[in-house]
């Protein structure tokens, strides 16, 4: 899961800061995976709490992720959609291979979660995305000075 919030360093935070400082961002178009808010995963831990509460714990590993897999490119293009009516500009966004973007550590090109045996084991469904990330960038956005 590609975990983001408003808090804390994460893509979307950076997507918005450099929205400020370039006019155009490269960003990775062959990765995929799960945009995940923060905020939704602490949602799904406290319904897991409140079954282990009741006595009703269900032991095991579990995936969790954001309903919809995306490339990263994908998600960047998402987070300037949401966010143009709040900035002064939007870069323009253009994909690159992993390969024309080396990094020190080895990224995974598809991080997709397979979510089901939390829903089936608590009845927790994967929340769209798109619906966190627009309250994440709106809370981000008004704690951020625009230049």
Not at 43 to 58: F, N, P, Q, S, Y
Not at 94 to 108: L, M, N, S, V
Not at 112 to 137: T, Y
Request: glycine letters at 6%; a neutral charge; proline letters at 7%.
């Amino acid at each position: 899961a590609w975990v983001f919030g408003a808090h804390g360093a994460n893509f979307v935070k950076t997507m918005l800061r450099l929205a400020a400082e370039r006019p155009v961002l490269r960003v990775v178009v062959d990765q995929r995976g799960c945009p995940t808010a923060a905020a939704d995963i602490a949602a799904a831990l406290t319904v897991i709490a409140g079954h282990i509460e009741k006595g009703e714990a269900k032991w095991g590993t579990y995936h969790f992720a954001g309903a919809g897999a995306t490339s990263w490119h994908d998600f960047a293009e998402a987070i300037f959609e949401l966010a143009a009516p709040l900035l002064a500009a939007c870069p323009q966004v253009e994909p690159i291979t992993t390969d024309q973007y080396p990094t020190p550590a080895q990224r995974p090109m598809n991080s997709v979660l397979d979510c089901r045996k939390i829903e089936a084991a608590f009845g927790i469904a994967q929340p769209p995305w798109r619906v966190g990330l627009a309250s994440v960038i709106r809370e981000v956005l008004d704690t951020t000075p625009q230049k």
